[in-house]
């Protein structure tokens, strides 16, 4: 299956690596981000292989860039995404299995030096950052 591109936001961390919006979980630079379970096994049964079809878990991802521009806070970066393995398409977006950062953007509300955070990251991860 190729992969299929989508829009996302992140934090980043003092360390320059890419962090999901709502967990502390790193996106390690050069290996592909796989999604897990959180579902409380206590409560829930967790999924076997994310993105479950009756869960809400896996790499969330928008189709449209209004979308991850709009949901990305002060302090965070946006951009497209490669997802691939199970993907689950929805009406706004996708939840995926793996998950690679192909397209950075920085916006001005990033970082005080947005030029430094931008050469960091395409240090980092090895793909084209763009600093707006």
Request: charged share 20%; aromatic share 10%.
């Amino acid at each position: 299956m190729d992969a299929v591109h989508a829009w996302k936001s992140w934090r980043v961390s003092n360390a320059g690596e890419l962090l999901s919006l709502d967990r502390d979980a790193v996106w390690s630079p050069g290996v592909p981000f796989r999604a897990t379970c959180g579902r409380d096994p206590v409560l829930f049964s967790a999924c076997s292989e994310p993105p479950g079809i009756k869960c809400i878990c896996g790499v969330h991802a928008w189709k449209h860039e209004s979308k991850a521009r709009a949901s990305t806070p002060p302090g965070a970066v946006f951009g497209i995404v490669s997802l691939w393995g199970h993907v689950v398409e929805h009406e706004h977006g996708f939840r995926a299995e793996f998950a690679y950062p192909y397209d950075i953007t920085v916006p001005p509300t990033a970082a005080d030096n947005t030029q430094l955070l931008s050469q960091m990251l395409r240090r980092t991860y090895i793909v084209d950052v763009t600093c707006e």
